[in-house]
């Protein structure tokens, strides 16, 4: 089981586990249904700060 960050109300996991049936704490799942809080996103199944994703565009 990964290892859980609680923002605000939520308990997000800090990286997705890729099982077929995604748990309720899932960054995937969570981004998808729009649950995710501002100022946070998902990159390569990890839970990642805006500001982070941001930087890592502008490298590619």
Do not use: N, Q
């Amino acid at each position: 089981m990964g290892k859980k960050v609680k923002i605000g109300k939520i308990k997000v996991k800090e990286k997705c586990c890729v099982s077929k049936k995604r748990c309720s704490s899932c960054p995937i799942r969570l981004l998808k249904e729009g649950r995710l809080p501002d100022g946070y996103a998902v990159h390569k199944r990890r839970l990642v700060t805006a500001k982070a994703k941001d930087k890592l565009r502008k490298a590619a």
